[in-house]
Structures are given as structure tokens and as C-alpha cells.
């Protein structure tokens, strides 16, 4: 078998998202979608994550189910929901480079907002909710990136970063049943996909325990450092900087 960069990077790739998604409940896609579109396009990648997280996220999800609080959870799931099928469409038909360019600003964005020390009340109305809900959604048929936009609200809320990591798990657990059907209805689900999510699967998975065991015992504080870490690299990653090492 022949030598593969283009393998080899998303298997590593992989394996830090999966780290990533471990830790904070979030994050997988902001590393994996970015790094691995630039070997096989994003048409492939965010499809192939959809695969591997759903599958290896399991055993972590019925726990985090019933920590979670759904009243919390439910507006932003519904304006998710809702606002998918309009992300897989640009997911579809955009130009791969301008959609990198636009989640990375908008990554961004979110990060100077945390970083400000901007904090809500917690008590911000329905309609509120359900236009976070709106952003995670299309971000999330675009890319599998709909964690910034909820992540920063939940955290400018102050809230524990554990029940902040239940709530994303029970949030992504709906937004993934709506972006697969999106996907499937598109013909995303390819062979090219089914051989990546084989190949990349394994990786992730030991990253998502390696992420999971560091997660206990870590202090708000640090889960917040993390949260703000992982943003950053979001917004570094989604630009096309990285096309050059993989020559596409």
C-alpha cells in the first residue's frame, strides 16, 4: 500500500477532534470538517464526521441525556432543526472556499465576544433562543459547526461547563437526526464517505476517550480556557492555510 499524506493528515486530524469532542462536548467538527476538506473537500468530510461521531458518541450520550436540561436544550434544537436543510443546501452549492472563509470569520466573531467577558442573564426570551438555535442549524448543515453559536451563549450564561457539555450532547443529538436526513436526501452519503468513516473512525474513537477521561476533574475555568482554545482553532483552521501541505 502506498504512501497517502492525504490519509495519514485526517487520520491525525481525527484523532485531535476526537480529543476535542471528548473534553468539552464540542469541536470535533471546527477541527475535523476545516483539516480534512482540505484533502477531500468538504462535500466528503462533514458527511464522514456526521458517520464517525454519531457512531462514537454513543456510549457517552445516554449519560449525557439525562444530565441535560431539556427546557434548556429544546428552543435552540427546534431553530436548529429548522435551519439545516438551508446550510446543506449552501453546503451543496456554494463555493467550498467562501464558505471556509465565512464560518472562520464567523468563528471568530464568537471567540472576541467570550473573550470580552460578555455574560447574559440566562433569561433572554424565546425568540432569542430559537435565532441561536437558527445560526447553530445552518451552521451545522454547512459544516457539522453548529457548536460555537450555542457554546457561546451557554457559557456567557455562566452556567457549570458539565451541565454546559450535557446540554451539547443532547443538542447534538437532535441536530444530527436532522442534518443526516438532509444529507441522505442529497446523495451525500457516498462510498467515498462510508471508506473514510472506516478508516477515520478507530482514531476518533480513541480520542473521544482520551477527551472524555481528561474532562473529570477539570474546573470550570479550565473547561472554559479549553472551550476559548478550541474557538481559536476553529477560526485558524476553517481558512484554506493548510491546502498547500496536502498540494490541493
Known amino acids: 500500500m502506498s504512501?497517502?499524506?492525504?490519509?495519514?493528515?485526517?487520520?491525525?486530524?481525527?484523532?485531535?477532534?476526537?480529543?476535542?469532542?471528548?473534553?468539552?462536548?464540542?469541536?470535533?467538527?471546527?477541527?475535523?470538517?476545516?483539516?480534512?476538506?482540505?484533502a477531500f473537500g468538504p462535500k466528503v468530510a462533514a458527511p464522514t464526521l456526521l458517520v464517525i461521531d454519531t457512531l462514537m458518541?454513543?456510549?457517552?450520550?445516554?449519560?449525557?441525556?439525562?444530565?441535560?436540561i431539556w427546557r434548556q436544550v429544546a428552543p435552540f434544537a427546534f431553530g436548529a432543526v429548522v435551519a439545516v436543510?438551508?446550510?446543506?443546501?449552501?453546503?451543496d452549492h456554494i463555493d467550498p472556499m467562501a464558505l471556509r472563509w465565512a464560518l472562520a470569520m464567523l468563528s471568530l466573531a464568537l471567540l472576541v465576544l467570550l473573550i470580552s467577558g460578555w455574560?447574559?442573564?440566562?433569561?433572554?426570551?424565546?425568540p432569542t433562543t430559537l435565532g441561536v438555535g437558527v445560526?447553530?442549524?445552518?451552521?451545522?448543515?454547512?459544516?457539522?459547526?453548529?457548536?460555537?453559536?450555542?457554546?457561546?451563549?451557554?457559557l456567557g450564561s455562566g452556567q457549570p461547563s458539565a451541565l454546559v457539555r450535557a446540554n451539547l450532547f443532547g443538542f447534538f443529538a437532535l441536530v444530527t437526526l436532522a442534518s443526516g436526513t438532509a444529507?441522505?436526501?442529497?446523495?451525500?452519503?457516498?462510498?467515498e464517505v462510508g471508506r473514510l468513516s472506516l478508516l477515520l473512525g478507530p482514531a476518533y474513537a480513541l480520542g473521544l476517550y482520551a477527551g472524555a477521561r481528561s474532562f473529570h476533574g477539570a474546573s470550570d475555568r479550565a473547561y472554559r480556557i479549553a472551550a476559548y482554545w478550541v474557538i481559536a482553532a476553529a477560526a485558524l483552521f476553517s481558512l484554506p492555510l493548510f491546502d498547500a501541505l496536502l498540494g490541493r
Open 183 to 191: 444529507y441522505a436526501a442529497h446523495g451525500m452519503f457516498t462510498a
Open 119 to 126: 455574560r447574559h442573564s440566562g433569561r433572554h426570551g424565546l
Open 85 to 91: 436543510p438551508a446550510g446543506v443546501w449552501v453546503l
Open 135 to 154: 445560526v447553530a442549524g445552518f451552521c451545522g448543515g454547512a459544516a457539522q459547526m453548529s457548536g460555537p453559536a450555542v457554546v457561546a451563549y451557554w
Open 57 to 68: 458518541t454513543l456510549p457517552f450520550l445516554l449519560p449525557a441525556l439525562r444530565a441535560c
Open 3 to 38: 504512501y497517502d499524506p492525504a490519509l495519514v493528515w485526517a487520520f491525525l486530524t481525527a484523532l485531535v477532534a476526537g480529543v476535542t469532542r471528548g473534553f468539552s462536548g464540542f469541536g470535533g467538527a471546527l477541527i475535523f470538517v476545516p483539516l480534512v476538506s482540505a
